[in-house]
């Protein structure tokens, strides 16, 4: 995605706003988040929705299927940025062109990782897996002190058919959620005099 550099560090900024993911602690890592969702219209209309527990359906992730998930939820800035928008929109059309469905239900959901000096940091503590939608998205917010990070697809047999490190800021990964599975490689320090993060934007559309 293309931003303006000022309209992208206000963005950027929204995830020293996160909050820890209990879930994730249990497993050993310090994950935090939030969580959000809206109604998408194929004609690219976005309407927020209730806040409700985060469930994932069978066949999808094997820590969480059937889980409710309770998560702080966004703020109120964060559900009004233009950059959000922008990216809904363009998820969409890449959605409207593999469904024809009228609507999507649209999770926002941004991450941050933390790698302490100590050890390393899983950023999908559950493995490969699925998030049980049509289309998944991941984009890089940015990282610091960190190595690690590979994000890697499979086919629906267990064949690696794409894997890529995200480095640059607004870098975006997509897949087929329905036909592939995913999972993300630990995290470390760079400098292990100090800890690390890595911040993302995982964004699931879902026809209605």
């Known amino acids: 995605m293309d931003a303006a550099p000022s309209v992208w560090e206000r963005f950027a900024a929204h995830w020293e706003d996160l909050v820890a993911d209990r879930y994730a602690a249990e497993k050993g890592t310090c994950r935090l988040r939030r969580y959000g969702q809206f109604l998408l219209s194929r004609a690219g209309e976005i309407a927020p929705l209730d806040h409700e527990a985060f469930v994932q359906p069978e066949d999808s992730n094997p820590l969480y299927v059937d889980v409710e998930r309770r998560f702080e939820p966004l703020t109120e800035a964060f559900r009004a940025e233009p950059v959000l928008y922008a990216l809904m929109r363009l998820l969409g059309e890449v ?53 690690g990070g590979r994000s890697t697809v499979y086919d629906a047999d267990g064949r690696e058919i794409a894997a890529t490190t995200l480095s640059e800021p607004a870098t975006l990964l997509l897949s087929d959620d329905r036909a592939t599975w995913h999972a993300v490689s630990p995290v470390r320090p760079q400098d292990t005099a100090g800890p690390g993060h890595r911040d993302v934007l995982v964004t699931t559309l879902t026809s209605r």
Do not use: C, Y
């Open 95 to 147: 959605a409207g062109s593999m469904d024809g469905a009228a609507e999507w239900t649209v999770r926002v959901h941004p991450f941050r990782v933390v790698a302490q000096s100590d050890g390393l940091a899983q950023p999908t503590p559950e493995g490969r897996h699925k998030d049980g939608v049509t289309l998944v998205s991941s984009m890089l917010i940015g990282r610091e002190n960190v190595t």
